[in-house]
T-cell receptor
Framework: GIQVEQSPPDLILQEGANSTLRCNFS?????LQWFHQNPWGQLINLFY???GTKQNGRLSATTVATERYSLLYISSSQTTDSGVYFC??????????FGKGNQVVVIP | EADIYQTPRYLVIGTGKKITLECSQT?????MYWYQQDPGMELHLIHY???????EKGDLSSESTVSRIRTEHFPLTLESARPSHTSQYLC???????????FGQGTRLTVV
């Protein structure tokens, strides 16, 4: 299967700061998704982004499929941005391989 | 907003009991998946289905079994629960080959 690596594993931010999370994947993928896992364990879809750049409010994502990486940008971070961010790459018939996640803590 | 539901949300059960975790989706998706996640860890695929009467084992070996008798329903069963089965189980669905997957709220299982 595909190997997915996320960095940094842990990140502490002052409220209002910007940050970039990185996801590297080991092989060509059908699609790439970013999720935010809330404290109750639910995965919230952030981006479905097999290539290119998308923006949703203060969040944006870029995937460069030819170089096998994706970036998630958080601008003007808020305490509600805290949590674990997962990158997942699709292989085979839309099975997802997950990275270990980025644990983000935003302090006021 | 995704329409995929899991019940129960939380379950504490004794060793040796049989349990079934329910997962239903109303989006008409042909593909459904079960992932297992230990606290603070990544998700691992344990079962998937490409349609009715189709089930396959995932990348992580699991003692659980699944069935897919109806498109919208993909239950997971443990015949005899053990403490090593304590984990969170998340169900997902998608449509087509390279399309967005949506997850249910998850079931947090504790076997005592």
């Amino acid at each position: 299967g595909i190997q997915v690596e996320q960095s940094p594993p842990d990140l502490i931010l002052q409220e209002g700061a910007n940050s970039t999370l990185r996801c590297n994947f080991s092989d060509s993928v059908n699609n790439l998704q970013w999720f935010h896992q809330n404290p109750w364990g639910q995965l919230i879809n952030l981006f479905y982004i097999p290539s290119g750049t998308k923006q949703n409010g203060r969040l944006s994502a870029t995937t460069v499929a030819t170089e096998r990486y994706s970036l998630l940008y958080i601008s003007s971070s808020q305490t509600t941005d805290s949590g674990v961010y997962f990158c997942a790459a699709s292989y085979g018939n839309n099975r997802l391989a997950f990275g270990k996640g980025n644990q983000v803590v935003v302090i006021p | 907003e995704a329409d995929i539901y899991q019940t129960p949300r939380y379950l504490v059960i004794g060793t040796g009991k049989k349990i079934t975790l329910e997962c239903s989706q109303t989006m008409g998706h042909d593909k459904m998946y079960w992932y297992q996640q230990d606290p603070g860890m990544e998700l691992h695929l344990i079962h998937y289905s490409y349609g009715v009467n189709s089930t396959e084992k995932g990348d992580l070996s699991s003692e659980s079994t699944v069935s897919r008798i109806r498109t919208e329903h993909f239950p997971l069963t443990l015949e005899s629960a053990r403490p090593s089965h304590t984990s969170q189980y998340l169900c997902a669905s998608s449509d087509g080959t390279a399309t967005e997957a949506f997850f249910g709220q998850g079931t947090r299982l504790t076997v005592v």
